[in-house]
């Protein structure tokens, strides 16, 4: 199957830790990105990258870091320094940036 | 910052009906995409409308992109119950993508 997968679904997060979010596609898209959901509200993008080893902040980098050491895999590391992190995370990947994204099923974080 | 406004922000229909979402937006965009969201899943891309076309059709879905007025208007025909989600416009210039805040389809069967 060909697609984007999320991991984990739930994820709780206790206070001053740095939890990482994990997102990894087999569509061969180049550009990957990382968005923020919070309740009732749309999306806002945390950071994105069009090809490996090269990322660009969003809206709402702060709190947040990144890598794309691969192709396939851009996961998302929510740090201590993020005051706010309960929120409904997803991850897109496109083709070259210019068409369709197509979404992950989500990570949902919680902080204890 | 979100650039498209969707219009109304909740709409409530019987099943048979017709539901239409509006989106406002502000600058220049390459093309405007909508997708549909159901309750704590991620998004599904429904259709694309680039920036030189007016009308797109797929199945029971149709799309109006109207650049001179900035909006575009999303048209589901014979609603079913399983349409009921949040749906969003999305518009992207030059690499950019915005999404609005969505607006939250309630088909009662």
């Known amino acids: 199957d060909g697609g984007i997968t999320q991991s984990p679904k739930y994820l709780f997060r206790k206070e001053g830790q740095n939890v990482t979010l994990s997102c990894e596609q087999n569509?061969?898209?180049?550009?990957m990105y990382w968005y923020r959901q919070d309740p009732g509200q749309g999306l806002r993008l945390i950071y994105y990258?069009?090809?490996?080893?090269?990322?660009q902040k969003g809206d709402i980098a702060e709190g947040y870091s990144v890598s794309r050491e691969k192709k396939e895999s851009f996961p998302l590391t929510v740090t201590s320094a993020q005051k706010n992190p309960t929120a409904f995370y997803l991850c897109?990947?496109?083709?070259?940036?210019?068409?369709?994204?197509?979404f992950g099923p989500g990570t949902r974080l919680l902080v204890l | 910052s979100q650039q498209g406004e969707e219009d109304p922000q909740a709409l409530s229909i019987q099943e048979g009906e017709n539901a239409t979402m509006n989106c406002s937006y502000k600058?220049?965009?390459?093309?405007l995409q909508w997708y549909r969201q159901n309750s704590g899943r991620g998004l599904v891309h429904l259709i694309l409308?680039?920036?030189?076309?007016r009308e797109k059709h797929s199945g029971r879905l149709r799309v109006t992109l109207d650049t001179s007025k900035k909006s575009s208007s999303l048209l589901i025909t014979a609603s079913r119950a399983a349409d009921t989600a949040s749906y969003f416009c999305?518009?992207?210039?030059?690499?950019?993508?915005?999404f609005g805040a969505g607006t939250r389809l309630t088909v009662k069967p």
């Open positions: 897109a990947s496109s083709r070259d940036g210019q068409e369709t994204q197509y």
């Open positions: 569509l061969n898209h180049d550009a």
């Open positions: 990258s069009q090809i490996v080893n090269d990322f």
């Open positions: 600058t220049s965009i390459n093309n």
């Open positions: 409308i680039r920036s030189n076309e």
């Open positions: 999305a518009t992207l210039w030059n690499n950019d993508m915005r």
